[in-house]
């Protein structure tokens, strides 16, 4: 079992639809939660990061965090066809490592 | 803002040949990490430093070493290439020590080919 699991998709959502991507780790010290974008080719993106419990949002995007569940999600509202790309959920435990999860791949259809 | 640097972007190289890949990191930042991606894969973390001194090792082969040098700047050296070690090697970096709260950006990668 990988520390970080992601569903690897596709998800398929229609423009200006809610996409819910979904985390769980399973290591109960993890510190710290991080949504990276990645687009074929191209380096992980910082989109947001989340340290305690409960709802972070910032624009579109809202990351959830339950360390009871061990569970992460990231929600992108409005979703745009430009946001059709893979998104990375890492963890980071202690020293600063990140351990990523397979990613999902999301496609936004117009 | 100014971001994180590799070089070179792309690189072929034939098998069992050397490589080095280089990374300067956000200016002020102090730590660098480096992570390997294989073709539909996630970023594998390799290893860091923090202040010049190696902080943590990851599934890094023997046959690779990195440093970190006065100006932060890092460099990752690769020997005795083989087929597997194709990937994009992405460099990060982060401020004071790469602790659980410091967010990490990455630079643009560098393709490595072995032939």
């Known amino acids: 079992q990988k520390e970080v699991e992601q569903n690897s998709g596709p998800l398929s959502v229609p423009e200006g639809a809610i996409a819910s991507l979904n985390c769980t780790y399973s290591?109960?010290?993890?510190?710290?939660f991080f949504w990276y974008r990645q687009y074929s080719g191209k380096s992980p993106e910082l989109i947001m990061f989340?340290?305690?419990?409960g709802d972070k949002e910032d624009g579109r995007f809202t990351a959830q965090l339950n360390k009871a569940s061990q569970y992460v999600s990231l929600l992108i509202r409005d979703s745009q066809p430009s946001d059709s790309a893979t998104y990375l959920c890492?963890?980071?435990?202690?020293?600063?490592?990140?351990?990523f999860g397979q990613g999902t791949e999301l496609s936004v259809k117009p | 803002a100014a971001g994180v640097i590799q070089s070179p972007r792309h690189l072929i190289k034939e098998k069992r040949e050397t490589a080095t890949l280089k990374c300067y990191p956000i200016?002020?930042?102090?730590?660098v990490y480096w992570y390997q991606q294989g073709p539909g894969q996630d970023p594998q973390f390799l290893i860091s430093f923090y202040e010049k001194m190696q902080s943590d090792k990851g599934s890094i082969p023997d046959r690779f070493s990195a440093q970190q040098f006065s100006d932060y700047h890092s460099e990752l050296n690769m020997s005795s290439l083989e087929l597997g070690d194709s990937a994009l090697y992405f460099c990060?970096?982060?401020?004071?020590?790469?602790?659980?709260?410091?967010?990490?950006?990455f630079g643009p990668g560098t393709r490595l080919t072995v032939l």
């Open positions: 990060a970096s982060s401020l004071a020590g790469g602790g659980s709260y410091n967010e990490q950006f």
């Open positions: 290591d109960r010290g993890s510190q710290s």
């Open positions: 890492a963890v980071n435990n202690q020293g600063g490592k990140l351990i």
């Open positions: 989340i340290y305690s419990n």
């Open positions: 200016p002020r930042h102090d730590t």
